[in-house]
């Protein structure tokens, strides 16, 4: 039998723990409130101690999205409830929010498990710092991302609201663009005075411009050039808050002829080298084609021999002898087949790395035809004009079979 003494006892403990019984659910929610409050203090600059009022409050006016923008439902509807919550902590940290997380799905006082405060607390989490590294797009921001696709020709129906996201998506499709346009890696190398003599008409703004497009990283998958190098290079301020319309419109209308240039400048690179080229092998006008260069390099190789015995290098032997040939295409002679035959160059144009190697490659066609020009033809005297008259009257009285023989041993003899 249970004694008086154990059932007073047990009186009082029960009288002890009936209060605290009936104060339990406001504990448990004033805990889950220091909690939740725990999670939007991360975003905010306050005492640590802040009450939820003040907390929400500069969470609130920290995080302004306006509509429309790319957020998920969930974190919409937090920005949401947050805007209208009549300063009424509770309400909104114990039942609006915790019912519009799918991972929670009810308030607070509904709960049967209190495990649900974890996933509370994750969830929540999750969706402020998807609000929290949201960047909503300027007007002039929005204008220089929209019209840098317009510029290289690629609009889309749809753009994202978000600044990064839209930049990302900029920087890939300059990235394609750029693939696109097959540059030889040495454009990367050219200086703002190369490029000011291979585009003389152009702007200077613009040439800037395009050698930052040009020099890019592709380290950085050219986000800093969508959003920061490019707009400086064009006179944007650094800072996006200082952009307006009328300079953003100005700007693009810039980038538009930096990408013509691009799309130009393979043209421009092979007509400065030809012109070069021209130079050295005596062009006293411009050379109007590539085709006139080449018909130019071998009238000025008829005037020189070079046979077989004779000593020289070997750049002159391969310049002497590929002007020699019947290849017509100048960019295969000229590009491809010399410098990668050279031995200061050895690589064909499209595969140079750097901008210098075109010194090289000029120096080295400029040695080698000061040496060709060594081998000039001169006739001192009548001894070999009265040989070249014999030989022709001679071949004459030779049948057709007996000339192919002739010719055969002549080139044999005289040529490499």
Not at 193 to 200: E, G, K, N, V, Y
Not at 389 to 401: H, K, M, Y
Request: hydrophobic share 45%; net charge negative.
């Amino acid at each position: 039998m249970v004694g008086g003494n154990e059932v007073a006892a047990a009186l009082r403990r029960l009288e002890t723990v009936l209060p605290l019984a009936a104060s339990l659910e406001t504990r448990l929610q004033r805990h889950v409130m220091q909690q939740i409050v725990q999670v939007f203090g991360r975003y905010v600059d306050v005492a640590a101690a802040a009450p939820a009022q003040t907390v929400l409050a500069a969470w609130q006016a920290r995080h302004r999205i306006p509509e429309p923008n790319d957020l998920s439902a969930e974190a919409k509807s937090i920005l949401f409830h947050s805007a209208n919550w009549g300063n009424e902590a509770a309400p909104l940290l114990l039942t609006t929010l915790p019912r519009a997380l799918s991972a929670v799905g009810s308030p607070v006082h509904q709960w049967e498990q209190f495990d649900l405060l974890k996933c509370y607390a994750e969830a929540l989490g999750q969706r402020l710092a998807e609000i929290a590294q949201y960047e909503p797009l300027s007007i002039p921001v929005d204008g220089w991302l929209s019209g840098f696709l317009s510029a290289i020709e690629r609009p889309k129906t749809t753009l994202p609201r978000e600044r990064r996201q839209l930049t990302a998506l900029v920087a890939q499709e300059l990235g394609e663009w750029l693939r696109e346009r097959r540059l030889p890696p040495f454009v990367a190398d050219l200086s703002l005075d190369d490029l000011r003599a291979i585009l003389p008409a152009s702007a200077e703004t613009e040439l800037t411009a395009l050698m930052v497009l040009l020099q890019r990283d592709a380290t950085n998958a050219t986000h800093g050039l969508v959003s920061e190098a490019l707009p400086g290079a064009l006179g944007l301020p650094a800072e996006h808050e200082q952009w307006d319309a009328p300079s953003v419109t100005a700007a693009v209308t810039q980038l538009r002829a930096v990408c013509c240039h691009v799309g130009t400048l393979p043209a421009a690179l092979r007509r400065e080298l030809y012109r070069a080229i021209g130079q050295i092998f005596g062009a006293a006008t411009a050379i109007s084609s590539p085709a006139e260069l080449l018909e130019l390099m071998r009238t000025w190789r008829s005037s020189y021999v070079i046979l077989p015995k004779d000593s020289v290098s070997a750049n002159a032997r391969l310049v002497y002898e590929a002007l020699a040939g019947r290849e017509n295409d100048p960019d295969a002679l000229l590009l491809q087949r010399l410098p990668s035959r050279m031995a200061e160059v050895r690589e064909a144009y499209g595969r140079w790395s750097n901008w210098s190697i075109r010194d090289h490659f000029l120096a080295a066609l400029k040695q080698s035809a000061e040496e060709i020009a060594q081998y000039a033809v001169n006739v001192t005297n009548d001894q070999a004009e009265t040989l070249w008259q014999d030989f022709r009257r001679r071949i004459a009285t030779l049948s057709v079979d007996e000339q192919r023989w002739v010719v055969k041993a002549f080139r044999e003899e005289f040529q490499p």
